[in-house]
């Protein structure tokens, strides 16, 4: 069952990820192949660094699942495109879901190869960052990870509550839910309040070289 749960988290995530990469794609006006490609590699970025660390072969060479969710996620997109995009926050929100699944993912994998906690965090964080790296890279944005956002961080947060969860012995299925919800939560949060870390500006001294400061 707990498997079941796991799989289920994992392709909801794919399709979440695959129409955040859709989404900002029809943004910048790519053809329906190009926008395929965003949506994929936006699914699978995060896991196949996660799993090239973890010396294992990438997941998505091992199941297709991965390219016919995408393909869903293209095709709900062609169909219901003026619903999805009339939303102000659709690519914020898809993102945000995509986000918090697929840290619990990366978590689950990495304790299941026996690495510390720590380490299991950083995997998890991996696996739900890097995947929106490679998309805004490609998009020529600058990435979400790289801005003010409250981005890697909701990763680690979730990450946190997912071993403290674990420590208290709840069900393994409650721990992901809980710890997915505490990433997506505090994205949500932060959005909705305007939290976010400082910026690091440049200044120029006296010689007219430049500094850094926050």
């Not at 498997?3 to 859709?22: K, M, P």
């Not at 006006?29 to 970025?45: E, N, R, S």
């Not at 995509?98 to 619990?104: A, E, Q, R, V």
Request: proline share 2%; aromatic share 10%; charged share 15%.
């Amino acid at each position: 069952m707990e498997g079941i749960f796991t799989t289920t988290l994992d392709l909801i995530g794919t399709f979440a990820f695959a129409i955040s990469g859709i989404r900002l794609a029809s943004v910048k006006q790519v053809d329906w192949f190009g926008a395929y490609i965003i949506g994929l590699v936006t699914a699978i970025g995060g896991g196949t660094a996660r799993d090239l660390l973890l010396d294992v072969t990438p997941f998505w060479m091992l199941d297709s699942k991965y390219f016919l969710t995408t393909g869903v996620a293209l095709l709900a997109t062609l169909l219901f495109k003026e619903k999805l995009f009339k939303w102000r926050n659709t690519l914020f929100l898809f993102d945000a879901v995509g986000l918090g699944l697929f840290t619990i993912v990366g978590i689950n994998k990495s304790v299941e190869a026996g690495l510390p906690f720590w380490v299991c965090i950083a995997m998890g964080t991996i696996t739900g960052a890097i995947g929106g790296v490679i998309r805004d890279v490609l998009l020529n944005e600058v990435p979400l990870l790289l801005r003010k956002d409250i981005y890697a961080l909701a990763c680690v947060a979730g990450g946190t509550v997912y071993f403290a969860c674990i420590h208290f012995n709840l069900s393994t299925s409650l721990t992901e839910l809980i710890a997915a919800s505490i990433v997506i939560l505090v994205r949500v949060i932060a959005l909705k309040f305007h939290i976010h870390l400082p910026v690091l500006h440049s200044i120029k001294t006296n010689s007219g070289d430049q500094v850094n400061k926050t």
